[in-house]
């Protein structure tokens, strides 16, 4: 998945961390989980290759995350059934956390999953 996919659906908004181009996703192909839209998507590059998702779903209850938190563990081997189909066939690890009422689930490789959860502003 690159870069040119969503080009004219992307607004470049200030990195996570070097290495990683970030940007707002504008557009309505990817801004869902579980029938849900999110709030807010980003999209995370290196060398124009997707890294990375953050959905950002804001002012949301604990028991909103709590059935995200549900869900997930039911269906956590079944990723390709939660969202965006294509970057799940890589090896990547759904993360998801509450913070401050919003809840945010992460789509990337496990090696990238603690520098995004410790860059969530």
Sequence with gaps: MQYEDWEFELEMIKDRFQG?????????ELNKFLNKHSDETELLFTLEILEAVILTFKD??????????LIITRT?????NLCIDE?????VQISYFY??????????RNSLIKDLLNSIR
């Design 20 to 28: 990683c181009d970030s940007y707002k996703y504008e557009g309505t």
């Design 60 to 69: 949301k209850s604990p028991q909103f995350y709590k059935n995200i938190q």
């Design 76 to 80: 956590n081997k079944l990723k390709s």
């Design 87 to 91: 970057y799940t066939k890589y090896n």
């Design 99 to 108: 913070k401050r009422n919003n809840v945010y689930i992460i789509y990337a």
